[in-house]
């Protein structure tokens, strides 16, 4: 087994947790990509849909 195969990537439906700022702890799931650098993610109840940079989210092994 490769170690890529082992670590998680960056896909729409993969559950993060974000790292940083007022959002900390907060669960989101990634709904689509903006460029390179940034994802547009999706949080439950009231948090809305926002632009995050990918060094702002910790990945999960989970998927929607």
Do not use: Q
């Amino acid at each position: 087994i490769s170690l890529h195969d082992a670590l998680p990537i960056f896909e729409p439906g993969r559950v993060c947790f974000i790292n940083f700022g007022e959002d900390y702890g907060k669960m989101v799931v990634v709904v689509d990509f903006v460029d390179i650098n940034r994802v547009l993610v999706d949080g439950m109840g009231a948090f809305p849909r926002t632009i995050y940079p990918l060094k702002r989210l910790t990945l999960t092994k989970l998927k929607v």
